[in-house]
């Protein structure tokens, strides 16, 4: 609260104040006796109070941003040391050179909209490190998404069937957003040559929907609750961040290597 309020408050409560004067027991004493006071106080200090209101709160919004940017950095730092390891099989669906310098896993839902942002990034990594980076798609549909999870299904469906076709309808998907949902699923299936019959079986299957339940625990062991998240060679970012952020992680990445 600034000293013209605290003035004003004192002299509501009928007692002299004087700038130099005024002290945090005056005013509890002032208050105690005219409880009623303060928000007399705050209507004739209107714009004084919601200056105050507007300092503290970007006062505090920074204090945040920092204490997250201090967080992620020192996970990055620990991560880069000890890298996270997510399961990666012979059967494991890969985009890419499967022998990369550099691999990129990502958590993800096909109706999140920053989620279609980070399908634009990892587009641009791919074709900025080329064969040097192979990607991995993962599973984590959030409960407020309702196309989320029938399309994660239909997706791991499709790659039953064909693995590459499957990426092309995991492109599909993350375009079209606005469309969601079976009809348009099964259309695609139709366009991509799928058994459109086979898929939809496989779809609702309990070897689909374990499938994507590992992704779910996979990425909840590590720490991922929001999509998209991202393992970078182990190393988490949590979110759709730009192409320059990666860029750093692999810069810290290769200075490690170099002791």
């Not at 002299?11 to 004067?21: N, R, T, V, W």
């Not at 695609?188 to 309990?206: H, M």
Request: proline share 5%; with cysteine.
């Amino acid at each position: 609260m600034n000293r013209s309020i605290l003035i004003s408050l004192m002299c509501l409560a009928g007692h002299s104040a004087h700038a130099g004067s005024i002290s945090r027991e005056d005013l509890k004493r002032a208050l105690k006796e005219n409880p009623d006071v303060l928000m007399d106080a705050l209507r004739e200090n209107k714009s004084g109070l919601f200056k105050v209101v507007m300092e503290a709160n970007q006062e505090e919004q920074m204090r945040r941003a920092k204490e997250r940017e201090e967080a992620e950095k020192k996970e990055v730092d620990e991560a880069i040391k000890n890298p996270k390891k997510p399961k990666i099989t012979g059967s494991t669906r890969i985009r890419g050179d499967k022998n990369a310098k550099y691999t990129l896993v990502e958590y993800s839902d096909f109706q999140c909209p920053y989620c279609s942002r980070g399908f634009q990034v990892v587009e641009e990594l791919r074709k900025k490190y080329g064969k040097e980076i192979r990607f991995i798609y993962k599973h984590l549909p959030l409960d407020m998404h309702p196309q989320a999870m029938p399309a994660a299904q239909y997706l791991e469906a499709a790659g039953k069937q064909s693995p590459e076709k499957a990426w092309q309808f995991h492109d599909i998907l993350f375009s079209n957003q606005g469309k969601l949902g079976e009809p348009f699923f099964k259309e695609t299936a139709q366009q991509l040559g799928l058994n459109v019959e086979k898929l939809e079986k496989d779809a609702k299957s309990p070897e689909v929907k374990a499938m994507i339940e590992t992704d779910i625990q996979e990425a909840n062991s590590f720490g991922f609750t929001g999509t998209p998240g991202f393992l970078l060679n182990g190393v988490p970012l949590r979110g759709a961040y730009p192409v320059e952020h990666f860029d750093s992680i692999i810069q810290k990445i290769e200075q490690k290597k170099k002791g």
